[in-house]
RNA sequence: GUGGUUGUAGCUCAGUUGGUUAGAGCGCCUGAUUGUGGUUCAGGAGGUCGUCGGUUCGAGACCGAUCUUCCACCCCA
């Protein structure tokens, strides 16, 4: 066989010690979080049917749906017409299942399959990648890790108040103060759409107003012309998006424009939920222009974007009141959120809040001169061990020079010297690799040493 | 999916209008130091110039395709 350079596919990556143990540590913030709120985990197949995945997210989203090729001879159900009608009949002949695009869709399903072993309401939280085939860039790529924690089978807007104290409670932990959260409501949206006279243009009106403070007022009041808004009117909505003020008032402001209607009674009685929670650090901004793409939610509506890092949203969420109704299953109302690993991941290096010392070394390391020391070695790692140190032997008996320099390049903070005199006294010399200080000691006193400094 | 951008040693990058044998810093290896790393000194290895094709007497440089990187759309974590 030919040999080739190897590569990745495009917007995959390979995660080194280091980035691994950055990592495992955002995800075990997360997942402690997760817990604590009384959530459970789940895990879904990294493939799906298509026939579930394909039409929950929109035309777009349908276009970044990886699809897998049949297995075997993936022709086999297809002729040459199939060919010639075009990809979108030869499609589902030639491919049947696809790479999982979020943690939502297959958890849905789940759900419905469960049906009967599910204690409603049911709170699970699933970490594990998902792909899209979009165009990968900084912050955006092609195989990323979703964190999500959804509450199925109750309309309470209690779980909305949860998972924002939640999400404060994530970001604490993992020290980063440079976001904000805003929230919305899907019906205040539509309410605004018909207001400015755009009823059965809800979602159009939607994806133009997201874009608001990336291409200001100007474009955004151009285009919502374009496709028929009534100008006074739609002057209201744009004024209704720049009101100040506390939040509360804010729901009285676009009431007064729209009137009273499900957004605007549930957004009123989710602050009130909040204020009874006694923490009044809450950063909370509630902006009428947030709409966020998945088509699938209808309530309450979360985005937590980083102000002083240029990546966009690193955790989004909200109320879908039917999700699992295109499985069959009516009725069943869940809320989500989801954090985005690999982006919180950009922000904290970038901010420089990862800890110090992620990465894991053992605690000491062992080096010898000969076959002999080696194995006598091996009894001191059994001793080391069982007492709790993280220990390790250099596994062949080469140069001190060369055993030491690959206790110094992982940062192992002791070294435990075997020689045929340490053999014969039972002390070994033990050399602290920080200040250089070394010393003869016996196997009990060394565990104690390293103990301690534990 | 549309438009643009990037690719030279393990890493960060030089490389003149196309012209002998493609360089530097850091890292790596060896020795000074045959029982000791991180400092110092001396020496050394390492490149199909992303890949394939084209133009040319001659290509790292020019042209085309392709892969990759980053960016703007679109959309999103």
């Not at 979703?146 to 970001?171: F, K, M, P, R, W």
């Not at 075997?418 to 070994?428: A, D, H, L, T, V």
Request: proline share 3%; aromatic share 10%.
């Amino acid at each position: 066989m030919a040999t080739s350079k190897p590569s990745l596919p495009k917007g995959t990556r390979d995660f080194g010690p280091e980035q691994s143990a950055k990592r495992s540590y955002i995800i075990e913030t997360i997942k402690n979080n997760f817990i604590k709120y009384g959530f459970s985990q789940i895990e879904t197949p990294a493939m799906e049917q298509l026939s579930v995945l394909t039409g929950k997210y929109g035309d777009e989203g349908d276009q970044l749906l990886f699809k897998i090729m049949n297995s075997g001879d993936y022709l086999k159900k297809s002729d040459s017409t199939d060919f010639e009608k075009g990809s979108a009949h030869l499609l589902p002949k030639i491919s049947e299942k696809g790479l999982k695009y979020d943690l939502t869709v297959p958890f849905a399903r789940f759900v419905v399959m469960n049906q009967n072993d599910i204690t409603f309401p049911f709170k699970r939280f699933q970490i594990q990648p998902v792909w899209r085939a979009d165009r990968p860039q900084k912050g955006r790529y092609r195989e990323f890790y979703q964190c999500d924690a959804d509450i199925v089978g109750t309309d309470s807007l209690v779980n909305e108040a949860e998972l924002t104290q939640l999400i404060h409670d994530v970001y604490n932990d993992l020290g980063y103060k440079g976001f904000v959260l805003k929230i919305n409501h899907r019906e205040i949206l539509m309410e605004l759409a018909r207001y400015a006279g755009l009823a059965g243009k809800e979602m159009p009106f939607c994806v133009i107003i997201d874009k608001l403070d990336k291409v200001g007022q100007e474009k955004v009041i151009e285009e919502l012309l374009a496709i028929g808004a009534n100008q006074e009117k739609l002057a209201d909505v744009i004024n209704s998006f720049s009101t100040e003020g506390e939040n509360t008032l804010k729901v009285e402001m676009i009431e007064k424009v729209i009137g009273s209607n499900r957004g605007t009674k549930e957004l009123t009685e989710y602050f009130d939920f909040l204020q009874s929670y006694g923490t009044e650090n809450l950063q909370i901004e509630l902006d009428f222009s947030l709409a966020r793409g998945l088509s699938y939610y209808t309530g309450i509506i979360f985005e937590v974007k980083a102000t002083d890092v240029q990546i966009g949203s690193i955790t989004g969420g909200g109320r879908y009141d039917n999700l699992t109704g295109v499985f069959g299953l009516q009725g069943t109302s869940g809320v989500g959120i989801s954090f985005g690993l690999d982006r919180i991941y950009d922000v904290l290096e970038e901010k420089g809040l990862f800890p110090p010392s992620l990465t894991q070394s053992s605690d000491v390391l062992i080096t010898h001169f000969d076959e002999e020391c080696m194995k006598h070695g091996l009894g001191l790692l059994k001793q080391l061990r069982a007492a709790g140190i993280r220990a390790e032997m250099f596994p062949e008996s080469v140069k001190m020079k060369k055993q030491f320099n690959y206790a110094d390049k992982k940062e192992i903070p002791y070294v435990l010297v075997i020689g045929s005199e340490e053999i014969k006294r039972g002390e070994y010399s033990l050399k602290n690799m920080k200040d250089g200080s070394q010393e003869m000691l016996s196997i009990e006193r060394i565990i104690e040493s390293i103990t301690d400094q534990k």
